[in-house]
T-cell receptor, first 113, second 112 residues
Framework: GAGVSQSPSNKVTEKGKDVELRCDPI?????LYWYRQSLGQGLEFLIY????????KSGLPSDRFSAERTGGSVSTLTIQRTQQEDSAVYLC???????????FGQGTRLTVV | DAKTTQPPSMDCAEGRAANLPCNHS???????VYWYRQIHSQGPQYIIH???NNETNEMASLIITEDRKSSTLILPHATLRDTAVYYC?????????????FGGGTRLMVKP
């Protein structure tokens, strides 16, 4: 596709359930990033993938959060045992290579009830 | 990481130039200045980036001071659709790549 695609666009889940968020980066982009944005807050970095290198997980808030990137393309962010404080917009971005601009998807709005 | 400081909000009249300042006094030599904006309910949109030379594209101009401690994003003829939060970001300069750390940004309100 022409841009970064995320699915679902909206997700409502019950506290304690697991959720998976999907990101399809721009074709050919080697770097992929996950951010989250809580209501009225700035963007918080979560995790970063670059090519076949081990991901930078330094931003993951807890061990309930994990992400993988299969085949160097699609990425899935998994949140286990969701809590209400996990409610946020989760944004995915990709960039062609090092030192190039990142392009963002429209995000997944996660609501934990 | 070099941190950035931006005014929390600014107003601009439609059709006039919007000049958004950013301070990044602790920037290091290999760090780039990036600008993104986020229109309500949308993902951040890349605008422009630069290292030390002034840059211009179809969206905006970026003016970086000679000492690189500050920069200004210029929207030459602001429209109502330019109302957004504008983020000035300094790229984390390590081998891990292109991680972007966002601060609070400037909420630009373009008024008719």
């Amino acid at each position: 596709g022409a841009g970064v695609s995320q699915s679902p666009s909206n997700k409502v889940t019950e506290k304690g359930k697991d959720v998976e968020l999907r990101c399809d980066p721009i074709s050919g982009h080697t770097a992929l990033y996950w951010y989250r944005q809580s209501l009225g807050q700035g963007l918080e970095f979560l995790i970063y993938f670059q090519g076949n290198s081990a991901p930078d997980k330094s931003g993951l808030p807890s061990d309930r959060f994990s992400a993988e990137r299969t085949g160097g393309s699609v990425s899935t962010l998994t949140i286990q045992r969701t809590q209400q404080e996990d409610s946020a917009v989760y944004l995915c971005a990709s960039s062609l290579a090092l030192n190039t601009e990142a392009f963002f998807g429209q995000g997944t709005r996660l609501t934990v009830v | 990481d070099a941190k950035t400081t931006q005014p929390p909000s600014m107003d601009c009249a439609e059709g006039r130039a919007a000049n958004l300042p950013c301070n990044h006094s602790t920037i290091s030599g290999n760090e780039y200045v990036y600008w993104y904006r986020q229109i309500h309910s949308q993902g951040p949109q890349y605008i422009i980036h630069g290292l030390k030379n002034n840059e211009t594209n179809e969206m905006a101009s970026l003016i970086i001071t000679e000492d690189r401690k500050s920069s200004t994003l210029i929207l030459p003829h602001a429209t109502l659709r330019d109302t957004a939060v504008y983020y000035c970001i300094v790229r984390v300069g390590n081998n891990a790549g292109n991680m972007l750390t966002f601060g609070g940004g400037t909420r630009l309100m373009v008024k008719p």
